[in-house]
T-cell receptor, first 113, second 116 residues
Framework: QQQVKQSPQSLIVQKGGISIINCAYE??????FPWYQQFPGKGPALLIA?????SEKKEGRFTISFNKSAKQFSLHIMDSQPGDSATYFC????????????FGTGTRLQVTL | GAVVSQHPSRVICKSGTSVKIECRSL??????MFWYRQFPKQSLMLMAT?????????EQGVEKDKFLINHASLTLSTLTVTSAHPEDSSFYIC????????????FGPGTRLTVT
């Protein structure tokens, strides 16, 4: 019940295209859903996050779509650029300051010229 | 945004020795810090949750006597890998949440440990 399932495992998108990564969860106690970007040899960095009271959040080229009834959320990267090539992790967390993030398995995105 | 630092960024040690990794929140206070390890091309695996002034809470399967965690202050947590072996070679990442609140969990840049 603590798992967060992420797909696809890897993704190749042409420059200017839309990258879409999907995640699904089971635990209805999760109330915070962040997406992280990680470059090789670096720590993860928060891209964008959403709470379940909204269905969509957009920040620049990055959009989270959230479907509470389906227990799914996705990251859309518009106008994908080669600099977006990285590994993306979705995560989920319940309430409380000591609550743990549960991470998805990651998606390796490659944006080609 | 808030910054979490780790030191060292890379360390190579011989099998059987101990290695200490420091994690600092530079511009905020963190009641809770988290330690993760990450193997190549895999996700982050939570090792333990570190609370200032109290014992760390370890995840199932993580040896608390091997991975010693000390959260000595609101800005510093340390992870000591004792009697390190080659299988402990990994990327160790710490993370912290701001005591003042907010959702975001800030991650350090990671420490690459290689045990020879």
């Amino acid at each position: 019940q603590q798992q967060v399932k992420q797909s696809p495992q890897s993704l190749i998108v042409q420059k200017g295209g839309i990258s879409i990564i999907n995640c699904a969860y089971e635990n209805t106690a999760f109330d915070y859903f962040p997406w992280y970007q990680q470059f090789p040899g670096k720590g993860p960095a928060l891209l964008i996050a959403i709470r379940p009271d909204v269905s969509e959040k957009k920040e620049g080229r990055f959009t989270i779509s959230f479907n509470k009834s389906a227990k799914q959320f996705s990251l859309h990267i518009m106008d994908s650029q080669p600099g977006d090539s990285a590994t993306y992790f979705c995560a989920a967390r319940g309430a409380g300051t000591a609550s743990k993030l549960t991470f998805g398995t990651g998606t390796r995105l490659q944006v080609t010229l | 945004g808030a910054v979490v630092s780790q030191h060292p960024s890379r360390v190579i040690c011989k099998s059987g020795t101990s290695v200490k990794i420091e994690c600092r929140s530079l511009d905020f206070q963190a009641t809770t810090m988290f330690w993760y390890r990450q193997f190549p091309k895999q996700s982050l695996m939570l090792m333990a949750t570190s609370n200032e002034g109290s014992k760390a809470t370890y995840e199932q399967g993580v040896e608390k006597d091997k991975f010693l965690i000390n959260h000595a202050s609101l800005t510093l947590s340390t992870l000591t890998v004792t009697s390190a072996h080659p299988e402990d070679s990994s990327f160790y990442i710490c993370s912290a949440r701001d005591l003042a609140g907010g959702d975001e969990q800030y991650f350090g840049p990671g420490t690459r440990l290689t045990v020879t």
